[in-house]
């Protein structure tokens, strides 16, 4: 039997599509759960009733070209519905608007579902307020901890490291950071993939709880 990989991964994309769009897949969860990829923002859009979009940077990087060093603008951005989802994405271009549209839409495809809980024991309140065990991420020299905090305490972390948490619905934090953390992009995506391990170190017994 011939396969085309390229026709096949088509066809695999285009039934999540229409899958989402004919209501026969509801959740984000759900989408991955079956083993879809996203690889259209569309999906995002048809999937998460909200969503909120803040830009955590933009500034100028040199390229050298041919023609001497070119300037491109950096963008990255956070984009999450504050209960349980979020993505971050970063893209360069001439102009700063087209560099934050393709920041955006790949935070679109970066979204993850976070597990969200009461994993403090000074708490036990039970309300996904905070995180349900200390996970850590990893990007350049930055690595970031997040442990579970009681109900009320806040985010304890940088200021770029709280709109990731805030848009992924994330309200009480403790955290520790290693390596430059000026390098504030660094830490928006190991603060981002420290939440994507909350979903997907998930064990059999947690679910249904
Ligand atoms: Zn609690």
Redesign the pocket.
């Known amino acids: 039997m011939s396969s085309n990989e390229n026709s096949v991964s088509q066809e695999t994309y285009d039934e999540g599509l229409s899958l989402v769009k004919a209501g026969q897949i509801n959740t984000i969860e759900e989408y991955f759960e079956r083993g879809y990829k996203i690889r259209d923002p569309q999906i995002v859009d048809l999937l998460l009733s909200k969503q909120r979009e803040e830009l955590v940077a933009l500034s100028p990087v040199q390229k050298q070209t041919d023609a001497g060093e070119k300037t491109r603008i950096r963008a990255v951005v956070v984009i999450g519905d504050e209960e349980g989802h979020v993505g971050v994405g970063s893209g360069k271009a001439t102009q700063v608007n087209d560099a934050i549209a393709k920041a955006s839409r790949k935070a679109k495809l970066s979204i993850v579902p976070v597990r969200r809980g009461?994993g403090?024991w000074e708490?036990?309140?039970?309300?996904p307020?905070?995180i349900p065990f200390r996970v850590d991420g990893k990007e350049g020299s930055v690595k970031i901890e997040l442990y579970p905090a009681?109900?009320g305490l806040g985010l304890v972390a940088g200021d770029t490291m709280k709109v990731v948490l805030r848009l992924a619905g994330v309200k009480?934090v403790w955290s520790r950071s290693e390596g430059d953390t000026s390098t504030s992009i660094s830490s928006v995506f190991a603060t981002y993939k420290a939440l994507k391990k909350t979903y997907t170190f998930i064990t059999p017994e947690e679910w249904g709880v």
Not at 123 to 127: D, H
């Open positions: 009461c403090s708490c036990k309140c039970n309300q307020h905070s009681p109900k009480d």
